[in-house]
């Protein structure tokens, strides 16, 4: 197994690299395209493009520009965005990834639970009025845009009906730090958690009920069966634990992309200052630094949790450790 997770780190490490590069490359390698002009913004004035220049190394060898970007990305931490009046770039992410991490952390709690407990049911009572009704409400939740639901749940939370006493609760846009109001920073995100949720639960809860219906012919849940056990045992302690690998599997890779700026429409409609919103932006603004930081950085995310997803595979599922 450890020969197994050595070889899976070092195959992370070469993707990262393989990312950085290729990062760098189309935001600044592009032929014909100067980046010395994409780093010091619009309108900048000739002694700030040479001082990019010659800061950034971008008169010397293609290599020696890529050294310089990574270590003022990742060493140094003084990439500078221009744009934004010389602000540095990775105290922005700092500051912005706290508020992605606590709404995808919320909203994937809100999911796993209800997916699980959609698509238990779901294939429990296969084929009856109860599947049929929960798999309608997962497609209806696939189908609609998390902006529109965002901006329908604004339209009723903070405008129409805000001084009812059913939604007087609910603050304005924003975020509340824990550490300042931990009341006022649950009341800030509890609707945008659900928001955020209402696709992954519709999409988890049709994929686990698909596995479990497909694994209730497979021969080991046969032969629990066979052993007088509780269709409910049966299906909750073998059944669940054997579809949860495909479960895990989604979780990984969806639950990085958020992180890495994935809820970027969530963030901006409920004036969450995250990493998608500070990407949203940056954006905006054609500000190439924090717009290279935030990819860069989502890019991580995802890689590293794929192999966390594998590592966990090794740990679940006896047969892929046993192919390694």
Known sequence: MIPALLRRLGQTLLVLFGVSVLVFAVFFATPGADPTA????????????????REYGFDRALPVQYATMMKKLFITRDLASYADRGELVVPQIEQAAPVTACLVCGAAFIWVSASIIMGTLAAAFRDTWVDRTLMLAGLVGISIPVFWLGQVTNLITQSRYHDTWLFSWVPGLGYVPFSEDPGGWFRALVIPWVVLAVMFIGIYSRVLRADLVALAGEDFMRTARA???SPTRVMLR?????????FVSLFGLDF????????????????LPGVGRLTYRALTNLDLPVIMATVMYSAIFVVVANAVVDMVYLLLDPRVRDAR
């Open 38 to 53: 994409r780093i010091a913004g619009r309108n900048a004035s000739p002694q700030i493009m040479e001082k990019v220049r």
């Open 227 to 229: 052993k007088g056990l």
């Open 238 to 246: 073998h059944g669940l634990r054997t579809a949860l690998v495909t």
């Open 256 to 271: 990085a992309q958020l992180v890495g700026g994935g809820a970027l429409l969530t963030e901006v409609v409920f004036g």
